[in-house]
């Protein structure tokens, strides 16, 4: 069963209202919670590349991408967990993992699923609230650690 039903969030995922790439966030997180997350990507299955400045690279340790100098190539991590869907990661600050999706890729119920899975195998990896918030800062989703699973948040 779907942790959510497309009709019940059809109009929070339109990009015309919610806007075409949505921010989503692991907050409260470390140098430790980036590196993990390179290992999941790294050890996922799915289609991934690191660049710096657009620039092809090999993806270096988390320490290594947070502790760059302020002139330093701009780094993005790309993730592909399917072909015609891409999530990219903006590495800036240990703070926080960013990220964000165009939702042209997601709609309909299987766009939906996908994004419930990449949020809930990211959350449950590093034991933490995933959210999604449109381009005005509207929480849309959320993935629930507590829960285990994708809900709207109240």
Same mark, same amino acid.
């Given at each position: 069963? $779907?942790?959510?039903?497309?009709?019940?969030?059809?109009?929070?995922? &339109? $990009?015309?209202?919610?806007?075409?790439?949505?921010?989503? +966030?692991?907050?409260?997180?470390?140098?430790?919670? #980036?590196?993990?997350?390179?290992?999941?990507?790294?050890?996922?299955?799915?289609? #991934?590349?690191?660049?710096? =400045?657009? %620039? /092809?690279? =090999? @993806?270096?340790?988390?320490?290594?991408? @947070? &502790?760059?100098?302020? =002139?330093? $190539?701009?780094?993005?991590?790309?993730?592909? /967990? *399917?072909? =015609? %869907?891409?999530? !990219?990661?903006? /590495? #800036?600050?240990?703070?926080?993992?960013?990220?964000? !999706?165009?939702?042209?890729?997601?709609?309909?119920? +299987?766009? @939906? &699923?996908?994004?419930?899975?990449? @949020?809930?195998?990211?959350?449950?990896?590093?034991?933490?609230?995933?959210?999604? *918030?449109?381009?005005?800062?509207?929480?849309?989703?959320?993935?629930? $650690?507590?829960? &285990? +699973?994708?809900?709207?948040?109240?």
């Amino acid at each position: 069963m $779907p942790d959510l039903l497309w009709d019940d969030v059809r109009s929070s995922l &339109d $990009p015309a209202t919610a806007g075409e790439l949505p921010d989503l +966030r692991v907050a409260d997180t470390s140098v430790a919670d #980036w590196q993990a997350l390179f290992e999941l990507i790294r050890s996922s299955g799915w289609t #991934w590349e690191y660049t710096e =400045d657009e %620039v /092809p690279a =090999d @993806l270096p340790t988390a320490q290594a991408v @947070l &502790d760059r100098s302020e =002139d330093a $190539p701009m780094p993005a991590l790309e993730v592909r /967990p *399917v072909p =015609d %869907v891409l999530m !990219v990661f903006r /590495p #800036w600050a240990a703070e926080s993992i960013d990220f964000d !999706v165009d939702l042209r890729e997601l709609q309909g119920q +299987r766009g @939906l &699923d996908l994004l419930c899975e990449f @949020l809930g195998t990211i959350g449950r990896h590093l034991g933490k609230t995933v959210t999604m *918030v449109t381009e005005d800062d509207r929480p849309v989703l959320a993935f629930d $650690p507590a829960a &285990d +699973r994708v809900v709207v948040p109240a």
